[in-house]
């Protein structure tokens, strides 16, 4: 099996505080990857460390199965990044930025590659205005252009959807789709949105202060065979009366909030309308149902959303 990258007890510390903390991660090469938490929870430390700006504590990285403090060079000739917000020279066109860029790493680039490149992240007919003028959703996907210049095995993001609009964040997901389908790239995904990350990875790790809080298959960690669900009544008393009555009352494993009138269950989505209809039956009112799995529940805890 062949790794993009492999962290093993990865650790960065600033003096006393620990920013990344013994974290270890295998990113499959072809996979496009999640990588998850709130802000300040170590997600651009972690990134910076694969790009080789930062040295861990301790630990060891390695990036196509070669070791990064040793290979660094060779590595990083297969890799584009977009770490935080691009910067550009703002008084030249989007061309000339990318032709400065392209000249720096002695890449030779023909018309036709640049138009390509152009229309495949949505810049045809604005690569010869001056980058000032550009919105925010403009300079991100110059900064992919310039990320893809080199025609790289592995791109890695760190929040790109900062600052999109709708149509932004659409255009982006259809992009890396697009190049993982087409070029088998590997993609690492970076963000603190639990949906986009649902939305186009294969697999996935959520991080907070520097810990490892869930990893795995998305679809796994997304699974809707055991939901935390909630379902508000007018008549708690009534409610929880019946449940210890009914087939339910062991799907009631959870802290019930009196106070709100809501009943708290563990059971698959299938159930629930079954639940619903058997409430009702009972002359139960409902006055709201709402469920998340379990990443979810772990995503609110540690956002304190």
Not at 93 to 104: D, G, Q, S, V, Y
Not at 185 to 197: A, D, G, K, R
Not at 226 to 233: K, Y
């Amino acid at each position: 099996m062949s790794f993009a990258i492999k962290l093993q007890q990865v650790t960065k510390k600033f003096n006393d505080f620990v920013a990344v903390d013994q974290l270890n991660l295998s990113i499959q090469q072809g996979d496009i990857y999640g990588f998850l938490g709130p802000n300040g929870s170590g997600k651009s430390t972690t990134l910076r460390m694969i790009m080789g700006l930062i040295q861990p504590t301790s630990g060891e990285i390695t990036l196509f199965d070669k070791s990064l403090s040793e290979h660094r060079k060779e590595i990083m000739r297969k890799v584009g990044c977009i770490i935080e917000k691009p910067d550009f020279y703002t008084y030249l066109t989007a061309h000339e930025n990318l032709k400065l860029f392209a000249r720096a790493h002695q890449l030779k680039y023909s018309h036709a590659q640049y138009q390509d490149l152009y229309q495949l992240v949505g810049l045809s007919g604005r690569e010869h205005g001056k980058v000032k003028t550009f919105s925010h959703g403009m300079k991100q996907r110059l900064g992919l252009a310039q990320a893809l210049l080199h025609s790289p095995e592995m791109i890695i993001l760190d929040e790109p959807n900062t600052g999109l609009d709708p149509q932004g964040i659409i255009d982006l997901r259809k992009l890396i789709l697009k190049l993982n389908a087409e070029r088998n790239m590997t993609v690492l995904f970076s963000s603190h949105i639990l949906s986009e990350v649902q939305e186009i990875c294969n697999s996935m790790i959520v991080i907070n202060k520097g810990k490892t809080i869930a990893q795995g298959n998305v679809s796994e960690l997304i699974s809707t065979e055991s939901l935390h669900v909630n379902v508000e009544v007018v008549d708690m008393e009534k409610a929880v009366a019946f449940v210890k009555q009914s087939r339910w009352k062991d799907k009631m494993p959870m802290e019930t909030n009196k106070n709100a009138h809501v009943i708290a269950f563990q059971m698959s989505k299938q159930e629930i309308p079954l639940l619903a209809q058997q409430l009702a039956e009972n002359n139960i009112a409902i006055l709201r149902i709402d469920y998340r799995n379990q990443l979810e529940e772990y995503f609110l805890k540690i956002t304190n959303s």
